[in-house]
Nanobody, 121 residues
Framework: QGQLVESGGGSVQAGGSLRLTCDASNYTGSRYCMGWFRQPPGKEREKVATIYASGGTYYADPVKGRFSISRDNAKNALYLQMNSLKLEDTAMYYC???????????????WGQGTQVTVSS
């Protein structure tokens, strides 16, 4: 199904911003649901935000009001704008496609390799 390639991670001070990009130009699977997930150090992978072909979005409670997910179908790209970053946002962030999320969990068909986001005080 091809690759999902993340970029834009890095180190930032608390309160700062980062914009993650997922290049899906070589991905040939389902794009109905695409999203961002993250895995903090020592913890399980968790939902961050998803966006659907209809334009509908989902945000996990910890990021509501601070993060914004968007997609540019013409550029085959997925974005995550992260503002007001907190120490607890430190994690490996993964682009995902062919996703299904529900209150208790999620299922993802394709993952990117991840990009590290580190927030410091």
């Amino acid at each position: 199904q091809g690759q999902l390639v993340e970029s834009g991670g890095g180190s930032v001070q608390a309160g700062g911003s980062l914009r993650l990009t997922c290049d899906a130009s070589n991905y040939t699977g389902s794009r109905y649901c695409m999203g961002w997930f993250r895995q903090p150090p020592g913890k399980e992978r968790e939902k961050v935000a998803t966006i659907y072909a209809s334009g509908g979005t989902y945000y996990a409670d910890p990021v509501k009001g601070r993060f914004s997910i968007s997609r540019d179908n013409a550029k085959n790209a997925l974005y995550l704008q992260m503002n007001s970053l907190k120490l607890e946002d430190t994690a490996m962030y993964y682009c995902a496609a062919d996703c299904l999320v529900w209150d208790g969990g999620f299922n993802v068909g394709s993952w990117g390799q991840g990009t590290q986001v580190t927030v410091s005080s």
